[in-house]
Antibody
């Protein structure tokens, strides 16, 4: 059974850097087409994709946020980490990690999400 | 890529709901659909236009042709009330793209 769990601070101040960790189980992230994505959802708004990292360490970023994002993985710990710099109140929302397991890029499995509030 | 969904769709219980997702030539892409109930994480309900993950009822299906992909929910139940999102992989820009979401209301 595949599980993903997001962890990180619930509250960050404007201009700070956010670091989120996705800890996964049920897959080894070493097979072709395995990817882990990060997404977010502001309160009452639509889903927004942020970034993903492939099994072979290729990284892809949202064009609108790429200057602020860094994604990395530690397969020995079964973790994927996302950092987002220069946080703003508009970045408030629920952040999700999700697994992609095929070349069609469907997000098969999702974590429960973690709410991040940006406020001074 | 901009995937356009109507903000809301309403349907009576037992009827069929059609939720469209529009983009020029979307029929050439593989479209995925997610259900998100209030306060919960999204769940994949249809992938690659019309396939269902294990555990998803057969009432959920999809089609994709021309400029419109459609999520079809047959014999709608009260528990189907949720937000539904379409999604594609835009290979030209290497981006995952979502539609704006459709709120399904069961009357």
């Amino acid at each position: 059974q595949v599980t993903l769990r997001e962890s990180g601070p619930a509250l960050v101040k404007p201009t700070q850097t956010l670091t989120l960790t996705c800890t996964f189980s049920g897959f080894s992230f070493n097979t072709n087409e395995d990817c882990v994505s990060w997404l977010r959802q502001p309160p009452g708004k639509a889903l927004e994709w942020l970034a993903h990292i492939d099994w072979d360490d290729d990284k892809f970023y949202s064009s609108s946020l790429k200057t602020r994002l860094t994604i990395s993985k530690d397969t020995s710990k079964n973790q994927v980490v996302l950092t987002m710099t220069n946080m703003d109140p508009a970045d408030t929302g629920t952040y999700y990690c999700a697994r992609i397991s095929d070349g069609a890029y469907a997000l098969d499995d999702w974590g429960q999400g973690t709410l991040v509030t940006v406020s001074s | 890529y901009v995937l356009t969904q109507p903000p809301s769709v309403s349907v009576a219980p037992g009827q069929t709901a059609f939720i469209p997702c529009e983009e020029n030539n979307i029929g050439s892409e593989s479209v995925h659909w997610y259900q998100q109930r209030p306060g919960q994480a999204p769940v994949l309900v249809v992938f690659s236009d019309s396939d269902r993950p294990s555990g998803i009822p057969e009432r959920f299906s999809g089609s994709n042709s021309g400029n419109t992909a459609t999520l079809i929910i047959s014999r709608v139940e009260a528990g189907d009330e949720a937000d539904y999102y379409c999604q594609v992989w835009d290979s030209s820009s290497a981006q995952v793209v979502f539609g704006g979401g459709t709120k399904l209301t069961v009357l």
